[in-house]
T-cell receptor, first 115, second 112 residues
Framework: KAGVTQTPRYLIKTRGQQVTLSCSPI?????VSWYQQTPGQGLQFLFE???????NKGNFPGRFSGRQFSNSRSEMNVSTLELGDSALYLC??????????????FGPGTRLTVT | AQSVTQLGSHVSVSEGALVLLRCNYS??????LFWYVQYPNQGLQLLLK??????LVKGINGFEAEFKKSETSFHLTKPSAHMSDAAEYFC??????????FGSGTRLLVRP
């Protein structure tokens, strides 16, 4: 099975712009979560989608949003970018079946740099 | 609320030596615990998980972890370090809303 894929891998944007990141989960996985990783704050949960519905949301401002499509692919959007949004954005998918429900498999991440 | 504490932001060992990375958790319910590894410029790879089936959990690449409820610990060990083990390691607990709460990470350096 192919792993979680994220596009693009690297992105450079300017303050005030918006950006959309994409994530394709492992085939058959219905849950997709997004995390932000920075040197200062570590790994922080952004949100989780399951069957096209946002099931859980972290403590991030409304500039951060996401969605999930019927094929489980997910996108996250950040509007009005700030310098502090520079980070590695990680997507993780979960099978959500039985005991394996609790496992999350991560993609390689999208490195966003805001200048 | 669940939380995870990783003791030691950096650990240095010689090649062939024992690796011990410490993780303590706080959870009001039986925890689901995980160890992930992150190599430079990559995502997180699941090393092993504890889901109450057995207290000693074996993972990939020769790593294992032991769940000790009395000590609220889930330390990661490997009998003999390889140069390829150099990476950052994260302990995580699943919280009641199914998201992962991560520790701050431990960077493992392996000396030749």
């Amino acid at each position: 099975k192919a792993g979680v894929t994220q596009t693009p891998r690297y992105l450079i944007k300017t303050r005030g712009q918006q950006v959309t990141l994409s994530c394709s989960p492992i085939s058959g996985h219905r849950s997709v979560s997004w995390y932000q990783q920075t040197p200062g704050q570590g790994l922080q949960f952004l949100f989780e989608y399951f069957s096209e519905t946002q099931r859980n949301k972290g403590n991030f401002p409304g500039r951060f949003s996401g969605r999930q499509f019927s094929n489980s692919r997910s996108e996250m959007n950040v509007s009005t970018l700030e310098l502090g949004d520079s980070a590695l954005y990680l997507c993780a998918s979960s099978p959500w079946t039985g005991e394996s429900s609790y496992e999350q498999y991560f993609g390689p991440g999208t490195r966003l740099t805001v200048t | 609320a669940q939380s995870v504490t990783q003791l030691g932001s950096h650990v240095s060992v010689s090649e062939g030596a024992l690796v011990l990375l410490r993780c303590n958790y706080s959870s009001s319910v039986p925890p689901y615990l995980f160890w992930y590894v992150q190599y430079p410029n990559q995502g997180l790879q699941l090393l092993l998980k504890y889901t109450s089936a057995a207290t000693l959990v074996k993972g990939i690449n020769g790593f294992e972890a032991e769940f000790k409820k009395s000590e609220t610990s889930f330390h990661l060990t490997k009998p003999s370090a390889h140069m390829s083990d150099a990476a950052e390691y994260f302990c995580a607990v699943r919280d009641s809303s199914y998201k992962l709460i991560f520790g701050s990470g431990t960077r493992l350096l392996v000396r030749p």
